[in-house]
């Protein structure tokens, strides 16, 4: 792996991922995950479900940013209206302009320009072309995605509920390793979609608890979090 891409991966990188919980805070707020135990469960939960969705999008955009004249709005829109909840929208891109803003400056390119002119796209078309700069596999950049979609809600339960770090460093690695088959499984399906320039064959799985959340933080009064 080029260490280009252990950058894109450091939760040091500013990506603006460290101001989400991924919806950990709505479930803390109502008494639904109080432990490692129900983060463990909650974070498999993710994956399972819109993980595959996610980490398609990115190893795409990994596959595409090497295709001149790709239409990245089409791109975008099809990550749009895999996201039902707007507020889970407004996060994927606030979080997609964010680390757009790191990646001009450190990984900067012809993909990079064209998302740029998207001004907010969503942000695993912004990581998968992160990725491809740093040389990355679709595979790599679909590892990524997971990682950023499990790793940012991990955290959000250390800082909401004080868990135990180490605890929740077990439950990370844990997750990890059952993230490696949903990787290859999006980089498969994100070549299909490429090779037939056909974004509507990106998968589209979800979970409505995701949406619920989302909108449940959206429309609360005092948080911590953006999302």
Known sequence: MNPEVLVLADSRLPSGGHGHSGGVEAL???????????????LH???????????????AACLLAGRPGTAWARWDAAVDARTPSAALRAASRGQGGALLRTVARAWPGPAVSALEALRRPHHPLVLGAAAAAAAA???EAAALALHHLTGGAATAGVRLLGLDPLAVAAVTAQVAR????IAAAAASAARDAVDADDPGLLP??????????????????VTLFAS
């Open 28 to 42: 803390a707020m109502r008494g639904l995950l109080r432990t490692e135990s129900d983060l463990a469960l909650f």
């Open 137 to 139: 596999t679709a595979e």
């Open 204 to 221: 589209a799985g979800g979970n409505p608890l995701h949406d619920v959340l989302a909108q449940l933080h959206d429309t609360a009064e």
């Open 45 to 59: 939960g993710r994956l399972r479900t819109s993980g595959e969705t996610i980490a398609a999008a990115s190893a």
């Open 178 to 181: 059952s993230a490696m088959p």
